[in-house]
């Protein structure tokens, strides 16, 4: 039978604004084709838990230092999103490493947003506020978003959206990453899950 919205998974760690933006897409009608039926932390205490809960959405908490290793940490998270029949898998602020094992399991169904025009600023250890600092350092007058499918290279899966942001001549770096968010992230990434679960629905 065909399902009239493609499950969605949000993986988080922190503070989850673009899951409230995801959240807040669904329900002004931005997404119509996909419904965020689970979130998943790996930070007991990441406020993107209690956004998930007073949406009403399911949350597991999966912590690497109650896991035997990478594998079981994995295995956890893949058992929760099998039984949880997730058809889209999304990184929004998920600061754990993912083996080529599971992003090679769940291939073109995990994306990730990341705040930079990419290929700039991205890679291992771009990440929060140093890539706005890089960015700075370097002298950008653009940078931006990207959303883009995620393999087993750090930031190096194919592009799917991308959004460009401004920058001025007396930007800092939380100026900077405030901007990228309000004006690329939080518009592409929900945007991004829009089209795809509309493309998962008619599969
Ligand atoms: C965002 O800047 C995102 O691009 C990056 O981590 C940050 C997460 O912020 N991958 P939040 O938890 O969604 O507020």
Redesign the pocket.
Known sequence: MRKNKARVAVL?S??????QAIIDAQKNGVIRHGEVRLVIANKADAY?LTRARNAGIPTLTVLKKECGGQREFEEKIAAALEMHQIDLIVL??FMAILSKDFTGRFERKIIN???SLIPSFCGAGF??LRVHEAALAKGVKVTG?TVHFVNEIPDGGEIILQKAVKVYPHDTPQKLQLRV?KQA?WKILPAAVEMLSAKIIAE
């Open positions: 988080v922190g503070g989850g604004t673009n899951l993107a929004a602020g947003v990341h705040p990440y929060g978003a968010m992230e």
